[in-house]
């Protein structure tokens, strides 16, 4: 559901419904970079700094540079 912003409402249900600890729900941030809900987000935001991200009060700086991007799909036709 990456990179589509309309799925907020299913991204939230798995995330919240998740308990396995081998799923990194802590990088699910909201658009442009707000941190969004997490169950402790002080913890959240520790461990985003742990991984090497920037965080703000309220959101990660330089979130274009650290976010997820589809890629595209197109790149990997080969070209007639």
């Known amino acids: 559901m990456a990179g589509r912003p309309r799925a907020w409402r299913a991204?939230?249900?798995i995330m919240r419904t998740c308990?396995?600890?081998s799923v990194p729900c802590h990088r699910v941030v909201g658009s442009g970079g707000r941190l969004?809900?997490?169950s402790?987000?002080?913890l959240k935001r520790r461990l985003l700094q742990d991984e090497?991200?920037?965080v703000g009060p309220g959101?990660?700086?330089g979130f274009?540079?650290?976010r997820w991007m589809p890629r595209d799909e197109c790149s990997d036709k080969p070209s007639d």
């Open 36 to 38: 969004g809900g997490y």
């Open 19 to 21: 308990r396995s600890p």
């Open 64 to 66: 274009a540079a650290v």
């Open 40 to 42: 402790d987000p002080i």
């Open 59 to 61: 959101t990660i700086r």
């Open 52 to 54: 090497g991200v920037i």
């Open 11 to 13: 991204v939230g249900t």
